[in-house]
């Protein structure tokens, strides 16, 4: 059975930084894209950073990009975020996200794997 499994969100002030990571088990990832996606209360589940199998290529919303960096280690079937100068409207619950499919995508049904979230919270 495939599980991602996330962990280090939590309540962080204005401008601080945060790492979340993810650990796939079940099967490997490493040649295949992995993401991060988030969900606001009340919003639709949006793309924040997806990187390629050998970290050539990364994607990033409009909104994260120059703050948040994607990184993984195949050799640990992980992937990881690392979020800086964090706001407000970074809270949600951040979802990790991987896919049998070889193509980067920023599109939520090209992912068929899925973690169960963690919650990020940037307090004012």
């Known amino acids: 059975q495939v599980q991602l499994v996330e962990s280090g969100g939590g309540l962080v002030q204005i401008g601080d930084s945060l790492r979340v990571s993810c650990a796939a088990s079940?099967?490997?990832?490493?040649?295949?894209?992995m993401g991060w996606f988030r969900q606001a209360p009340g919003k639709e589940r949006e793309f924040v950073a997806a990187?390629?199998?050998?970290?050539?290529?990364?994607y990033y919303a409009d909104s994260v990009r120059g703050r948040f960096t994607i990184s993984r280690d195949n050799a640990k079937n992980t992937v990881s975020l690392q979020m800086n100068s964090l706001q407000p409207e970074d809270t949600a619950v951040y979802y990790c996200?991987?896919?049998?499919?070889?193509?980067?995508?920023?599109?939520?049904?090209?992912?068929?794997?899925w973690g169960q979230g963690t919650q990020v919270s940037v307090s004012s």
């Open positions: 996200a991987a896919t049998s499919r070889f193509l980067l995508s920023t599109v939520t049904t090209a992912y068929n794997y």
């Open positions: 990187i390629s199998w050998n970290s050539a290529d990364a």
């Open positions: 079940g099967r490997t990832f490493s040649r295949n894209p």
